[in-house]
């Protein structure tokens, strides 16, 4: 899909020779917002006002005029919103505009350009005028042939009765020249012209660019992880709703609920011997009672689902289902589709493995499967079954190990049966992989924040994802620790490390999630330079309950991004200079509202500071700021303003500026 022009011109205007228009005279180059120039549908979120810029110029001096062409899911008529040039100070081509994406679907728009010849006769009758130059009867008549047309094109009685008066008062030769100059230049007299004039010359895109809009969970989330084995099944989950909502969670994310495969069943901390007891990791999915259609029958039933899902939405939860595409040996799928599976030439299956990780209890899809189509149908199945059972959410195991094309048919076919289905990328890989899954369909992706601790690293990689154009597609989300990562800034950190990425991870990104245990201060490594837990909840059950001692802040920061249209948004974000690069500082506006936050990374030791406030943010000189996770108030100004921050007392602040 190409983003440049094609003509679509007046039917007035002809050549009277070829009988074929004249070639276009405007051009529309780079619009915005577009994703590879319209190959991939732009991101927005229901309720979004969606900017739309292009450069629009055409030769000579004409004037010209544009307007923004959208319509919406089911829409069979086209809306438009004037658009206006941004820099016509500085004699530029930039023009602008916005509409609002008020429901989820896929959207269109496109832009519309084309000469305005009574504007340009109007322009230079008024410099003639300024100029004082004699005689302008000619430049009169020039404009009774446009007032004529236009008034034989209205549709209003209204507006063709003031336009008919014009023509006969620049008509009348009793009529002194002066007065004629200024009915032709009367603001009243432009704007019932302009209300229907004809559109010479016009030229839109080639094609209409695609926006999809989701609904704003899409972007703006607090996700909270837990097995359910740990907590009961999928009725001790249900139990547990309640108070997830208080604490502000508003997506559950459960891994596999599926049986869980015998054959090299792994032990406790990843051992290759499982005692009889050891329930197994839930990503080996499958065993002699179901694959991925079936529930573990020590978590609970189809119908227990179907009430879990049920309850979440009456406290307006998703819940969210881990899709991992692999199988245990015991998979009823290795014996009744053998075909889907890699095998070695000496007929055993291969299991997967990422070195130096191996997966012993876990058997790839052969996606080159030469019943490759049957495969695909399956997994559609399987997604489409636990929609119908309340599921809105998938959680998407290793995506990128996945074919592109399967991603980009499976979420398409997934929203033409319900548009509100959230697909989140769990992809740690190449950032134009991950940019890729983002383009094709995925709604969120997993990121690189767990590695970043640095300030340096902050502002880099915040600044790219808000800033680099990735902002149209690719929406973050920040997840302070999971079940297989646990840095090492945590491990040694304690809790005021745990704080400070709470911190970081709920205000940075409109989206972050934390794994349950992150609220105990879990921080124990199997063995020092690993990132994964001793006596890892991926092996053994463990006796879970929200009981942490950082749950008050959990709540606190949920309510407060609740609360602040400023953290709900990801391109809103200006960091500030702090003078010391233990301490990052950042402020987020939204209109009218602004929240700053002060982080101190060091989980060891006190630091002092600056947070200094540029005028461009919009604020008063002198201002009060509130902060919302001590209770102080603090007198702020435009310029640095101190800042002390000690582990154990305070970690950070995030100050709401007072209106």
């Given at each position: 899909m190409s983003a440049h022009t094609t003509e679509t011109p007046s039917p007035q205007v002809h050549d009277t020779d070829t009988g074929r228009q004249p070639p276009r005279r405007i051009v529309i180059q780079y619009p915005a917002p577009t994703i590879d120039d319209g190959r991939y549908p732009v991101k927005r979120c229901q309720g979004d006002r969606v900017r739309v810029e292009a450069d629009v110029f055409r030769d000579?001096?004409?004037?010209?005029?544009?307007?923004?062409?959208?319509?919406?899911?089911?829409?069979?008529?086209?809306?438009?919103?004037?658009?206006?040039?941004?820099?016509?100070?500085?004699?530029?081509?930039?023009?602008?505009?916005?509409?609002?994406?008020?429901?989820?679907?896929?959207?269109?728009?496109?832009?519309?350009?084309?000469?305005?010849?009574?504007?340009?006769?109007?322009?230079?009758?008024?410099?003639?005028?300024?100029?004082?130059?004699?005689?302008?009867?000619g430049e009169l008549s020039e404009g009774v042939v446009l007032l004529e047309r236009a008034a034989a094109q209205t549709s209003s009685p209204e507006a063709r009765t003031l336009i008919e008066h014009a023509c006969g008062q620049l008509e009348n030769p009793e009529v002194p020249a002066s007065a004629k100059h200024d009915i032709a230049l009367g603001e009243e007299l432009l704007a019932a012209v302009l209300a229907e004039e004809d559109r010479h010359g016009r030229v839109r895109l080639d094609e209409p660019q695609v926006i999809e809009v989701d609904r704003l969970r899409a972007r703006f989330s607090a996700w909270y992880e837990m097995f359910p084995r740990s907590w009961g099944g999928l009725a001790g989950v249900r139990d547990q709703l309640p108070r997830l909502a208080e604490l502000g969670f508003d997506v559950i994310y459960l891994p596999p609920i599926h049986p869980i495969g015998l054959t090299d069943r792994k032990g406790a901390n990843n051992s290759l011997t499982a005692a009889p007891e050891d329930p197994g990791s839930p990503w080996a999915i499958g065993d002699a009672s179901g694959g991925h259609d079936a529930i573990h029958p020590e978590l609970g039933t189809i119908d227990e689902l179907r009430a879990l899902t049920a309850s979440a939405r009456e406290h307006d939860i998703d819940i969210a289902l881990d899709f991992a595409i692999q199988c245990s040996a015991d998979h009823p799928w290795l014996t009744e589709h053998p075909e889907w599976f890699h095998r070695r030439p000496d007929g055993t299956l291969k299991f997967a493995e990422n070195p130096p990780k191996r997966y012993q209890d876990i058997y790839n899809v052969n996606w080159d499967s030469p019943d490759w189509r049957s495969l695909w149908e399956a997994l559609l199945e399987i997604v489409l079954q636990w929609v119908d059972c309340g599921v809105t959410v998938f959680r998407v195991d290793n995506p990128h190990t996945k074919p592109f094309a399967f991603w980009a048919w499976l979420i398409d076919e997934v929203h033409q049966r319900d548009r509100d289905v959230i697909f989140l990328a769990e992809a740690f890989t190449k950032r134009s992989v991950m940019r890729h899954l983002g383009k094709l369909g995925f709604t969120q992706s997993y990121t690189y924040f767990t590695w970043k601790n640095a300030r340096w690293e902050l502002i880099e990689y915040v600044s790219e994802l808000a800033y680099s154009g990735e902002q149209d597609y690719f929406r973050p989300n920040f997840f302070a620790n999971t079940p297989d990562i646990l840095h090492e800034y945590l491990q040694h950190g304690g809790r005021p490390a745990f704080e400070a990425r709470l911190v970081l991870a709920s205000t940075l990104s409109p989206s972050y999630g934390v794994y349950s245990g992150y609220e105990h201060v879990e921080n124990v490594a199997v063995r020092e330079g690993s990132e994964e837990y001793v006596d890892s909840e991926k092996y053994e059950r463990k006796a879970r309950a929200l009981d942490g001692p950082l749950l008050p802040m959990i709540a606190r920061l949920n309510a407060v991004r609740r609360a602040h249209p400023a953290l709900q948004e990801l391109s809103n974000v200006t960091f500030l200079d702090t003078a010391n690069e233990t301490l990052i500082a950042y402020a987020k506006r939204s209109g009218s509202d602004t929240v700053i936050c002060v982080v101190n990374i060091d989980p060891h030791q006190a630091q002092q500071g600056v947070a200094v406030i540029p005028a461009s943010l919009g604020l008063p000189p002198s201002f009060t700021v509130h902060d919302v996770l001590s209770g102080d108030r603090f007198q702020w100004r435009i310029g640095a303003n101190f800042v002390g921050l000690e582990p154990g007392y305070r970690q950070a602040h995030v100050l709401e500026v007072e209106r």
């Amino acid at each position: 899909m190409s983003a440049h022009t094609t003509e679509t011109p007046s039917p007035q205007v002809h050549d009277t020779d070829t009988g074929r228009q004249p070639p276009r005279r405007i051009v529309i180059q780079y619009p915005a917002p577009t994703i590879d120039d319209g190959r991939y549908p732009v991101k927005r979120c229901q309720g979004d006002r969606v900017r739309v810029e292009a450069d629009v110029f055409r030769d000579g001096h004409d004037l010209i005029r544009a307007v923004v062409r959208y319509r919406g899911p089911e829409d069979a008529s086209w809306q438009e919103s004037e658009l206006h040039r941004i820099d016509a100070h500085l004699g530029g081509v930039r023009w602008a505009g916005q509409f609002e994406v008020d429901r989820p679907g896929r959207w269109q728009y496109t832009v519309e350009a084309w000469t305005d010849v009574f504007g340009t006769w109007r322009d230079e009758l008024r410099r003639k005028v300024a100029a004082a130059q004699p005689d302008l009867s000619g430049e009169l008549s020039e404009g009774v042939v446009l007032l004529e047309r236009a008034a034989a094109q209205t549709s209003s009685p209204e507006a063709r009765t003031l336009i008919e008066h014009a023509c006969g008062q620049l008509e009348n030769p009793e009529v002194p020249a002066s007065a004629k100059h200024d009915i032709a230049l009367g603001e009243e007299l432009l704007a019932a012209v302009l209300a229907e004039e004809d559109r010479h010359g016009r030229v839109r895109l080639d094609e209409p660019q695609v926006i999809e809009v989701d609904r704003l969970r899409a972007r703006f989330s607090a996700w909270y992880e837990m097995f359910p084995r740990s907590w009961g099944g999928l009725a001790g989950v249900r139990d547990q709703l309640p108070r997830l909502a208080e604490l502000g969670f508003d997506v559950i994310y459960l891994p596999p609920i599926h049986p869980i495969g015998l054959t090299d069943r792994k032990g406790a901390n990843n051992s290759l011997t499982a005692a009889p007891e050891d329930p197994g990791s839930p990503w080996a999915i499958g065993d002699a009672s179901g694959g991925h259609d079936a529930i573990h029958p020590e978590l609970g039933t189809i119908d227990e689902l179907r009430a879990l899902t049920a309850s979440a939405r009456e406290h307006d939860i998703d819940i969210a289902l881990d899709f991992a595409i692999q199988c245990s040996a015991d998979h009823p799928w290795l014996t009744e589709h053998p075909e889907w599976f890699h095998r070695r030439p000496d007929g055993t299956l291969k299991f997967a493995e990422n070195p130096p990780k191996r997966y012993q209890d876990i058997y790839n899809v052969n996606w080159d499967s030469p019943d490759w189509r049957s495969l695909w149908e399956a997994l559609l199945e399987i997604v489409l079954q636990w929609v119908d059972c309340g599921v809105t959410v998938f959680r998407v195991d290793n995506p990128h190990t996945k074919p592109f094309a399967f991603w980009a048919w499976l979420i398409d076919e997934v929203h033409q049966r319900d548009r509100d289905v959230i697909f989140l990328a769990e992809a740690f890989t190449k950032r134009s992989v991950m940019r890729h899954l983002g383009k094709l369909g995925f709604t969120q992706s997993y990121t690189y924040f767990t590695w970043k601790n640095a300030r340096w690293e902050l502002i880099e990689y915040v600044s790219e994802l808000a800033y680099s154009g990735e902002q149209d597609y690719f929406r973050p989300n920040f997840f302070a620790n999971t079940p297989d990562i646990l840095h090492e800034y945590l491990q040694h950190g304690g809790r005021p490390a745990f704080e400070a990425r709470l911190v970081l991870a709920s205000t940075l990104s409109p989206s972050y999630g934390v794994y349950s245990g992150y609220e105990h201060v879990e921080n124990v490594a199997v063995r020092e330079g690993s990132e994964e837990y001793v006596d890892s909840e991926k092996y053994e059950r463990k006796a879970r309950a929200l009981d942490g001692p950082l749950l008050p802040m959990i709540a606190r920061l949920n309510a407060v991004r609740r609360a602040h249209p400023a953290l709900q948004e990801l391109s809103n974000v200006t960091f500030l200079d702090t003078a010391n690069e233990t301490l990052i500082a950042y402020a987020k506006r939204s209109g009218s509202d602004t929240v700053i936050c002060v982080v101190n990374i060091d989980p060891h030791q006190a630091q002092q500071g600056v947070a200094v406030i540029p005028a461009s943010l919009g604020l008063p000189p002198s201002f009060t700021v509130h902060d919302v996770l001590s209770g102080d108030r603090f007198q702020w100004r435009i310029g640095a303003n101190f800042v002390g921050l000690e582990p154990g007392y305070r970690q950070a602040h995030v100050l709401e500026v007072e209106r």
